[in-house]
């Protein structure tokens, strides 16, 4: 992304895609972003937190968001099987 900005930056619009590196891309400059999930409010709460500075609290979201996408990845797995030993888990 560092190097789109620095290369395209002034002239073209870089948007990002992935909820996980939305800190990322802020602090590179990339102000859009594709939402790829239904959480809205958590990646406003980054922005937010990035556009006061306050990087400790971006960060604290930011892993909100990464905590979440994995829960969400872990029950399907189990929901679909993959791999067997997940269905052991107790969520």
Not at 22 to 43: F, K, M, R, T, W
Request: charge should be negative.
């Amino acid at each position: 992304m560092h190097l789109l900005m620095a290369k395209f930056g002034d002239r073209v619009d870089v948007l990002q895609g992935c909820d996980e590196t939305y800190l990322e891309g802020l602090a590179v400059g990339i102000e859009g972003n594709v939402i790829q999930s239904y959480d809205g409010p958590a990646l406003s709460r980054v922005k937010e937190a990035f556009d006061r500075f306050d990087l400790q609290s971006a960060r604290q979201h930011q892993v909100i968001i990464i905590i979440f996408t994995i829960i969400i990845i872990i029950k399907i797995m189990i929901t679909w099987r993959m791999p067997s030993f997940l269905s052991e888990f107790p969520f």
